[in-house]
Structure formats: structure tokens, C-alpha cells
């Protein structure tokens, strides 16, 4: 409950308010991602991969959305199941999930003919997102494990 | 590690679903059978975005205060020695009253270029990581919104609607890489298409068809126009050369162009309910002085 509380709260502050600031580089950091890898790695393989489909489902179905359905469900199922499953430490995991994250999406949108895909977007877009989502990765990350301990704690 | 079995099952159950759904989704096109899914998700969550953006709007207007903080400090002396010369020219302005009256009728004649437009504001935007670039706006199809209509602001043309719901509206930027408008160089009949490069579109490219045609930097572009006025109204200005690409042996020549909207920071847009009955063709670009920095 409070896991898709705090996913729909992610996708809702992600497209009003960060896809909206317009930072240096011209880039924003990816909320919705590091509120996925936070819950996973709490909650463990199945549930992350489950959660990460929804989200990735939720975020298909949310205006505005010009691509196909399905695209991020694909890449949040997998980094949901990664997360939860823990790929060496921590920080290990949540490095390794953030830079997968949007060239998995560009894989998918290639594989599907998304002629948004380019070697362009690659080179100069992804970077800076995975960089603007790496300085925020602490935080985010952090305080969502944080809450989901305390919760099965007490 | 809990890594079992019945996990990679279940995340490849997951993943063949999503992958199904992918299909499905691209096979169909437009008729696809996730079209009411997609409404229900516009309407639901357009009514959230809506609350939700009058909250941040706020907050994020803050951000954007920090960001430009260092260029603000220029920004208000220039507005303030605007202001001065302004004020001035008002005075003179006032003196003047026939000659107001006759600025006012040609205005009416060539500034509007006769489109009917309906003003909106930008509630939510999708960005990352560069693949789109869509808006979502706060009016629908109760105000008259339908897909295929273009969208612009007080310096130009933004994009296009792709669909619409009840009280919201999703709209596709110029700067997205899978849009295309056709467009004409001021003074000509030559013609070409723009479209999205990404970078939040500092830049679109333009490519002219005829590769004999002249191209040079500072040349402006209104859109072309398409059959019945949809998705893009003829004359909207779209924005001003800046580079012009060598490229020898191919059949168009292609070239970047700055648009006149600031596609990254967009608030107030208009959606062009209907178009003008007569081509407004140059009359609606902006003054050329002010273009050649």
C-alpha cells in the first residue's frame, strides 16, 4: 500500500514538477527509477519485479505519453527484479541500475523501430540523465529504505 | 541471495507480458485495444496533474529562480533601461493618436493571422531521457480540443495535439525527434520539413527539398500548412536558421534552425481551434531587425 502510495507519488511529482525544472545540460534526474530500485531493495526479487511492472505500467498509461504501452514496464520489471536481487553491494546495485535503466528503454524503443533512438540520444541525452539521477540516488534511495526498514521493524 | 526459481519465473512471466502488451500495442496503431486504457489513464491522472501542478507550479518556478539567479541580476538591468525607453515611447505613442489607430488596424490585419485560439496552460511534462518530448495541457474536448490540432504560443509554433481527453490534452512538441511539420522559407515558395533533434529543443532541423534552392543563416520559417488546416495551420512562424549544413551529393540540403518558442520553458500555450480562411503566409513572423544578432 504505502509502496504504490509512494510509486504514484513519484510518477505524479515526476511529470509536474522535475520533467518541468530546466537545469543545466538540459536534462532531469529519473525520480520514478531510484523510487523503484528503493522499494526493491527493501522487498527483494519478486516483489521488486512486480512493483517495477506497475510502475513501468502506470508510467505507459500517464499523460502525456507518446510512445507505446509496455516500453517501461519492460525496463522497470527487470531493474525491480535486479534491485531486489542485489548485484554485489548497494552501491554497486543502484550504479549498475541507473545506467542500465535508459539504455534498456533505448533497446526496447530500438527493437521496436522508435525512430526517437538514435546514436545522438545516446551520446549526449542519456549521459546526462544517468548523471542528474546518480547525484540524486543517495537521497531518494536512501530514504525510501529507510521508511520500508522502519516499517517491517515495528 | 533470495534469487530462486520461482522469482525468475515470475520475472519472466513479467517480462513476456510486457513485452506482449509492446506488441500488441505497435501492431494495432491507432486502433489499438489499449486506447480506452490510455483514456481512462488520460482522465484519471490529468485530473491528479491538474491538482498536483497548481501545488508544484510553485516550487518549480523557485528552482527555476535559482537556476537563472546568476543572470537575472543582468536581465533586470536590461528590463529596466527597456522600461525607461518604453515609457518614453509611450509618451510619444499618445501624441500620436491617428497614427496609433492605423498601427492597430494593420496589427489586427497581419498580427493574428486570423487563427481562433484557445488559451491553455502546460500542467505536466515527459522528457526523459530525451527519447520524447510531450506536454500535457489543461483543456480537452470539452473545450473543443481534438487530435491533429497545432499548438502554439505568443512567439510561435510549439507542436500538435495527438489526443485528447475530457479536460486535458496531450500535446507533441516540434523538438520531438518523431514529429515533422512542413515548413516554408519567408519570401519564397521553397519548402521543407522540420523536425526534433532532442536537445529540448535549442534546435530542429530543416531540410530543404529542392538542394538548389539558397539557404542561408538568419533566413526565417513559417509553417506550410497542411489539407484542411490539420495537424499544422499554414503561417505560424517556427523559427530563424542558424547553421546550414554542407551536404554534398544528397538530394535535399539541411540546416538548423533556433525556433522562436522557447520549447524548454513552456507555460501559456494556445491550441488553434480553427484556421485562418485566407493564407496568412510572412505576415505573422516577427520583425527581421530583431533577428539579426
Not at chain 2, 501542478?53 to 528590463?79: M, N, Y
Amino acid at each position: 500500500m504505502i509502496a504504490a502510495l509512494a510509486l504514484v507519488a513519484a510518477l505524479l511529482v515526476q511529470m509536474t514538477l522535475v520533467n518541468r525544472l530546466h537545469l543545466p545540460a538540459g536534462g532531469v534526474p529519473d525520480l520514478v527509477l531510484l523510487t523503484v530500485i528503493g522499494l526493491a531493495s527493501t522487498r527483494g526479487p519478486v516483489a521488486g519485479a512486480v512493483m517495477g511492472f506497475c510502475a513501468g505500467l502506470l508510467a505507459d498509461l500517464m499523460p502525456p505519453a507518446a510512445h507505446l504501452v509496455g516500453q517501461y514496464a519492460f525496463v522497470y520489471a527487470l531493474i525491480g527484479f535486479l534491485a531486489g536481487r542485489g548485484v554485489g553491494g548497494p552501491v554497486t546495485t543502484v550504479v549498475l541500475c541507473v545506467v542500465l535503466a535508459p539504455v534498456l528503454a533505448a533497446a526496447v524503443g530500438g527493437l521496436i523501430g522508435d525512430s526517437r533512438v538514435t546514436m545522438a540520444t545516446l551520446t549526449e541525452m542519456v549521459p546526462v540523465t544517468m548523471v542528474y539521477t546518480l547525484i540524486l540516488a543517495p537521497v531518494v534511495v536512501w530514504t525510501i529504505s529507510w521508511s520500508g526498514r522502519g516499517r517491517l521493524a515495528t | 541471495m533470495r534469487d530462486t526459481r520461482r522469482a525468475r519465473l515470475i520475472l519472466g512471466l513479467l517480462l513476456t507480458a510486457a513485452l506482449v502488451i509492446l506488441t500488441v500495442d505497435h501492431r494495432a496503431g491507432d486502433g489499438s485495444p489499449l486506447g480506452p486504457l490510455r483514456g481512462i489513464g488520460a482522465s484519471v491522472f490529468g485530473t491528479a496533474q491538474q491538482v498536483g501542478s497548481s501545488v508544484t507550479r510553485p516550487i518549480g518556478s523557485f528552482f527555476s529562480a535559482l537556476v537563472d539567479a546568476p543572470s537575472a541580476q543582468e536581465r533586470i538591468k536590461r528590463l529596466e533601461a527597456e522600461n525607461a525607453r518604453l515609457r518614453s515611447g509611450l509618451a510619444t505613442a499618445a501624441l500620436d493618436k491617428s497614427r496609433s489607430a492605423e498601427l492597430q488596424r494593420m496589427l489586427g490585419l497581419a498580427g493574428t493571422g486570423g487563427y481562433t485560439v484557445l488559451p491553455a496552460t502546460v500542467i505536466a511534462r515527459r522528457g526523459h531521457p530525451g527519447f520524447e518530448d510531450a506536454i500535457e495541457i489543461d483543456a480537452g474536448t470539452a473545450d473543443g480540443v481534438r487530435p491533429d490540432m497545432t499548438v502554439l504560443n505568443g512567439d510561435g509554433l510549439v507542436g500538435r495535439v495527438v489526443a485528447a481527453s475530457g479536460s486535458t490534452a496531450t500535446v507533441v512538441l516540434l523538438s520531438d525527434p518523431a514529429s515533422s511539420a512542413g515548413a516554408r522559407v519567408e519570401g519564397g515558395n521553397e519548402l521543407g520539413v522540420v523536425s526534433g533533434v532532442g536537445n529540448s529543443g535549442r534546435l530542429v532541423r530543416f531540410r530543404l527539398l529542392d538542394s538548389t534552392a539558397p539557404l542561408a543563416r538568419g533566413l526565417r520559417l513559417v509553417s506550410f500548412g497542411s489539407e484542411k488546416g490539420t495537424p499544422y495551420v499554414p503561417g505560424v512562424p517556427i523559427g530563424v536558421i542558424e547553421q546550414v549544413e554542407a551536404t554534398p551529393g544528397e538530394l535535399t540540403r539541411s540546416a538548423y534552425a533556433r525556433p522562436y518558442a522557447n520549447l524548454s520553458a513552456l507555460d501559456v500555450v494556445g491550441v488553434v481551434v480553427r484556421a485562418p480562411t485566407r493564407q496568412p503566409r510572412d505576415a505573422v513572423l516577427p520583425p527581421a531587425a530583431k533577428e539579426s544578432r
